[in-house]
């Protein structure tokens, strides 16, 4: 749906909802780096916090979108 489309209130909330799905599955796909042997060798690593802290704001962000779904 392109911006243009977005006409009522209802559409807004359908987009926000996409939006919302979009970024869970890219928080999802963090969760499987995290998972990827080289970042488990390296759990201190400054790169796997920043995954961790990445991931915990997507999260926040999806539940935020998720929240103006009546």
Known sequence: MELRDIKTLDDLQDQMRIYGTMIEQLGD??????????????????????????????????????SYDD
């Open 29 to 66: 796909n963090f969760q499987d780096l995290k998972k990827v042997e080289i970042a488990q060798e390296r759990k201190e690593n400054d790169m796997v916090k920043a995954l961790d802290e990445v991931q915990q704001l997507l999260y926040e962000a999806s539940r935020k979108l998720a």
